[in-house]
C-alpha cells in the first residue's frame, strides 16, 4: 500500500510522458507550471535530499528500502524527513513492507525531468 501524496508532475497521454510543463526554453511558463515546477526543484535543493533521490533512483529496480539508503551522514529521523519531503513533492513514492518502507522513483518522473531540462526545437 501507498501512503503518499504525489503532484502531478506529468500528465499521462496514451504511451507518451508528458512532462508538467515545456521545456524552459519553449515558452514561458504558467502560474501552475511554475508552482509544480518550483516544489520539484525546492525539493531537490537540498544535498541531502538529492544523495537520498539519486540512491532510490540508482538502486536496482529504482527501488530501496530505506534500511538500504539512510546512510547519508544525518540521523535516521532527518532521513525520514527528507524522504517525506521528496514523496510530497511526487518526486518519489512508497510502499510499507512489514517493518520498512521501500521508495521508488517512478520512470516517468524521471522522463518528465528530462524533457523539463531539454532545449525545444527550433522554430521553423
Not at 28 to 41: D, K, L, N, Q, V
Not at 98 to 112: K, N, Q
Request: a negative charge.
Amino acid at each position: 500500500m501507498s501512503n503518499t501524496k504525489v503532484l502531478p508532475l506529468i500528465e499521462p497521454e496514451s504511451d507518451a510522458v508528458a512532462p508538467c510543463c515545456p521545456p524552459l526554453t519553449e515558452r514561458p511558463f504558467t502560474a501552475e507550471e511554475a508552482e509544480t515546477a518550483a516544489r520539484m526543484f525546492k525539493a531537490l535543493g537540498d544535498p541531502v535530499r538529492l544523495r537520498l533521490f539519486s540512491a532510490v533512483a540508482s538502486h536496482e529496480d529504482g527501488e530501496a528500502c530505506v534500511c538500504d539508503i539512510s546512510d547519508v551522514g544525518v540521523s535516521q529521523p532527518t532521513v525520514s524527513h527528507h524522504l517525506k519531503k521528496l514523496r510530497e513533492a511526487g518526486l518519489l513514492t512508497s510502499e510499507r513492507r512489514g517493518t520498512w518502507v521501500y521508495y521508488r522513483v517512478e520512470p516517468s518522473v524521471l522522463a518528465a525531468m528530462g524533457k523539463l531540462l531539454t532545449m525545444a526545437p527550433p522554430s521553423t
